[in-house]
């Protein structure tokens, strides 16, 4: 049920995606009074699932789902309708407009995309308002699994700053130290300042592990499993474990890897109870687990900090948080091509995507990852790729500059490299993460 839950979210967030990039094309090609023959959503060879025609454009659905299309009248694009470009260019056809009008016809697409970007972040934050904890109230320090301790890393250590800078929101901390591709981080360990440098055999673990650091929580019991041993013995909801045998064990980090020391063996589980002290004999299951869950609400344990906006002040928070989260994609995709972090190993495709999207529907991390695959798209589309909106704006300029027109037979040849190079891209992602799934 959650794999359907993940995989409705993904294909309604690319079908509005889809629909809304493909209207930035219609309405520039409409603008300047050129014929738009088809706009679909998804692709359709052979055949459709649904077509309607309306004016001079035909609507559809496609059967195959891996984006969609206007066919604008006069233009070599993924149709490669060739028979039409044999023919005179005629007052409606793309070929006929300005090259500036060109350009924006090509260019409405990523515009959209932005420009819906900044609606959703601005609708965001107005309706929901920020909340993040602050890297100070982390007041019980880090988690970190085999990759942080591989750096230098220790559990319960206090972050003070990544590249000698302050990071406000602690959940951008790992982000900071991957797209910047960060040389040090400092913490405070046992009350004195530590610098960690990091090193550089260590970037293909961290950026295949971006959750090498997380915050420290007390373990405070939230449900149980199906036969938990914890229940059994006695555990209840909101039970917050101080100490196994007598042994002060109170952070989830400490009490997840000293269960695994303990297998099948009665232990003592001291816990606060209502504020009483209470031991409670457990018997370890060969698993080491006791089957209950931890309270991951940081505002239990933290000052979480809330910012909320009015009206009139989501709209440039929103272009705020447009304009870093496409820098912020810039700066990762950048790390695709330094061969020292192996980035290409994690590039993912549609199952990787998906994996992002919550298992119960929430429409706030919905409407957060729709804007996220918007500024994407957009950046994806800019690429000087042929058969991507960037390539033919590549081509645009040259005929701007030059006052010359590339010939339509080396626009055909360049459109079909960029289809060949996208569908290599198209399967090298989707092959990443059916590797991965077998790892």
Do not use: C
């Not at 738009?36 to 309607?52: A, C, R």
């Amino acid at each position: 049920m959650e794999i359907l839950v993940k995989a409705a979210q993904l294909i309604l967030s690319l079908s509005i995606l889809v629909m809304v990039h493909e209207a930035g094309h219609f309405f520039f090609a409409r603008l300047f009074k050129t014929r738009v023959e088809k706009f679909y959503l998804f692709f359709n060879p052979w055949f459709s699932i649904f077509k309607k025609k309306i004016g001079e454009t035909e609507y559809g659905i496609g059967w195959l789902p891996l984006g969609g299309y206007v066919k604008i009248s006069g233009m070599i694009d993924e149709s490669m309708d060739k028979e039409q470009m044999k023919l005179p260019p005629q007052p409606h056809e793309f070929r006929s407009k300005k090259t500036w009008q060109r350009l924006l016809i090509m260019l409405g697409g990523v515009l959209v995309n932005i420009i819906f970007a900044f609606i959703i972040y601005s609708a965001i934050l107005y309706t929901w308002g920020e909340e993040y904890l602050p890297t100070s109230e982390a007041k019980y320090g880090i988690y970190t699994d085999s990759v942080g301790v591989e750096m230098g890393l220790l559990n319960g250590d206090k972050i003070i700053s990544v590249d000698g800078k302050y990071v406000e929101n602690f959940r951008k901390i790992v982000h900071d130290v991957i797209v910047n591709k960060s040389t040090y981080i400092e913490v405070e360990r046992d009350g004195q300042n530590k610098k960690i440098t990091i090193p550089d055999n260590i970037w293909p673990k961290l950026i295949k592990d971006p959750n090498f650091l997380e915050v420290r929580i007390p373990f405070v019991i939230d449900g149980f499993t199906k036969n938990s041993a914890g229940e059994k013995a006695g555990l209840k909801n909101n039970d917050k474990i101080i100490a196994l045998n007598d042994t002060k064990t109170e952070f989830y980090d400490e009490v997840k890897s000293n269960l695994q020391k303990l297998k099948n063996k009665e232990i003592n589980v001291s816990v606060i109870r209502n504020n009483d002290t209470i031991a409670i004999p457990v018997t370890v299951p060969s698993t080491g687990l006791l089957g209950v869950g931890v309270n991951t609400d940081l505002n239990k344990y933290f000052k979480v900090k809330k910012i909320e906006y009015g009206f009139f002040e989501s709209f440039p928070a929103g272009v705020v948080k447009t304009i870093s989260t496409l820098d912020s994609y810039i700066k990762q995709f950048k790390l695709i091509f330094s061969p020292e972090t192996k980035a290409y190993e994690s590039v993912g495709g549609f199952i990787r995507i998906g994996s992002f999207f919550p298992p119960v529907w929430d429409w706030m991390v919905f409407w957060t990852m729709t804007a996220l695959l918007s500024v994407i798209l957009a950046f994806m589309n800019v690429l000087p790729i042929p058969a991507l909106d960037g390539g033919h704006v590549l081509f645009l300029l040259y005929e701007m500059v030059t006052g010359r027109k590339p010939a339509d037979k080396f626009l055909e040849y360049a459109q079909i490299t960029g289809m060949v190079i996208l569908f290599a891209l198209l399967i090298f992602a989707n092959g990443n993460d059916i590797i991965s799934l077998f790892k």
